[in-house]
């Protein structure tokens, strides 16, 4: 919160409570219910080992009342819109047992962990599609605390679009308690019917969507169109923001607001810092804390605002309501102050990395059909990157295209190469029209084949995906061949 308007707060606190102590933000708890409208699933944890997070998670079609008085058929893991929210805390082994009750195969991606590849649920790259009635047991253990989330990587535009998706949080118990209590907002979009609450049919519009990247006509935090938060002036929340949208940008903006941003994809940034916006791009997390301002008694909506990513991605775009705040009638309170330094993230040696530029790219086939790629090659026809462990590669993200890309690299963390950034560990950057990003990743461990694309998931299967080998260390080997098959004929498919 900017000085002169905590400075502000506090003394109309003062002035208020008059002879007696005011109280801090650490003095009170949250208004009663104050996220009951936004709570999420708790799985049930099957290991008495405190170290070991143990669960089942099916994936089952169930009707769902999104637009109310409808029913909606939606893909769900655990039978709930998200996911089940998936927490433990740095260092805990955690096994899920996968069901797959759905009448198509599908995987879970374990999006931004940092997971043996053949954990990582790229369907016939790191592991077999999970055929109707199959099951899986995904094991891996949790090093980094921060904000994550899972989805499938089969037919993916359309299987995150129905439903699938969840949130995951890695704790660290060292982090400072002037943060706030703790609220996991999980933002989407659906495209429904709003006449009988039916999903849309997936290739409405064809080529054009694709192009544009599809976004839904209701908006979703956590699963529900405007659900209701109640706050306390002055009381600080931790938000955890996870975008979920197949290709939604969303905008974290309030009115008389501003937020202090902790970090986003894995873990905190170096520090913090203050800001009226950010932008989180699909697939990218955004870790902030929320002081509430407005006067008790006072209800403020949080709108997305359209954002520009692109050629007529504004077009007579209206803003849509996604949470009403309701300040409580309770005093306020004094904010406690945020650290500025968070931690110390030492800068990768980029003096003997190898350098490679991506440019990401769209075009048309023979038959006129939209084709992306990157440097110009859709992934069915690219051969895989290739880096060996202990090496470290900096890659050039070029975008001369007519969109935003938000690219996600699978496996590694990556640091954004900008003296203007605070320093902090990214899986996800966007890479607006126009710019270059670039990024450098040491590929520390973990060797195997992994995935690269762009998170506007109808552009990654357009052909904007890649697969980069990472090979042992002591190996001087090529690549293996790659019968790309099962992967492309698993992420499109005829509607």
Not at 153 to 175: K, R
Not at 438 to 455: K, L, S
Request: aromatic share 8%; charged share 25%; hydrophobic share 40%.
């Amino acid at each position: 919160m900017p000085k002169s308007r905590l400075f502000l707060l506090f003394s109309l606190i003062l002035l208020a409570s008059c002879s007696r102590e005011p109280l801090t933000a650490l003095d009170v708890e949250q208004p009663e219910g104050w996220d009951d409208d936004l709570a999420l699933t708790i799985p049930e944890d099957l290991n008495p080992d405190p170290n070991i997070l143990e669960i089942e998670l099916e994936a089952q079609i169930v009707d769902i009342e999104i637009i109310d008085g409808l029913t909606t058929p939606v893909w769900t893991y655990g039978g709930t819109l998200p996911g089940p929210l998936i927490k433990a805390k740095v260092g805990d082994t955690v096994i899920i047992h996968f069901k797959n009750s759905l009448p198509d195969s599908t995987t879970i991606h374990w999006h931004g962990l940092r997971v043996p590849n053949q954990m990582d649920g790229v369907p016939g790259v790191t592991q077999p599609p999970i055929e109707p009635g199959g099951e899986f047991r995904y094991e891996f253990t949790v090093n980094d605390a921060g904000t994550y989330w899972y989805h499938p990587h089969v037919n993916s535009a359309a299987q995150v679009g129905w439903g699938m998706y969840g949130p995951i949080v890695i704790e660290d118990p060292n982090d400072p308690e002037e943060f706030g209590d703790e609220l996991i907002l999980v933002m989407s979009d659906m495209s429904l019917n709003v006449r009988d609450g039916s999903f849309l049919a997936e290739n409405a519009g064809g080529d054009f969507t694709n192009l544009f990247g599809k976004e839904g006509t209701v908006v979703l935090v956590n699963g529900k169109i405007r659900p209701t938060l109640k706050v306390r002036q002055g009381k600080q929340q931790r938000w955890r923001v996870i975008n979920a949208s197949r290709s939604r940008y969303i905008p974290i903006r309030l009115r008389d607001h501003t937020f202090t941003i902790l970090g986003g994809d894995n873990g905190l940034a170096e520090r913090s810092r203050e800001a009226g916006r950010v932008v989180i791009s699909p697939s990218e997390r955004a870790d902030v804390v929320f002081t509430p301002m407005h006067e008790p008694g006072t209800t403020q909506t949080f709108r997305w605002i359209p954002f520009n990513r692109g050629f007529g991605t504004v077009y007579r775009r209206a803003s849509v309501p996604m949470i009403d705040i309701v300040t409580v009638m309770d005093e306020a309170v004094i904010p406690e102050e945020i650290p500025e330094q968070l931690r110390i993230i030492e800068p990768i040696d980029i003096s003997n990395a190898i350098e490679t530029d991506l440019e990401m790219t769209i075009a048309q086939d023979t038959s006129n059909k939209i084709e992306m790629g990157f440097n110009g090659i859709p992934y069915w026809s690219m051969k895989p990157l290739e880096a060996r462990v202990g090496e470290t590669h900096v890659w050039n993200l070029i975008n001369n295209s007519d969109f935003n890309h938000p690219f996600h690299l699978h496996g590694y963390f990556f640091q954004v190469l900008d003296e203007s950034r605070i320093p902090e560990w990214k899986d996800t950057i966007d890479v607006p029209v126009g710019e270059t990003v670039r990024i450098a990743v040491h590929f520390e461990g973990r060797p195997g084949m992994w995935m690269y694309h762009c998170h506007i998931l109808d552009h990654a299967e357009a052909g904007m995906m890649g697969q980069l080998w990472v090979g042992p260390a002591d190996s001087t080997d090529p690549a293996p061949e790659q019968d790309l098959s099962v992967l492309i004929d698993v992420m499109v498919k005829e509607e």
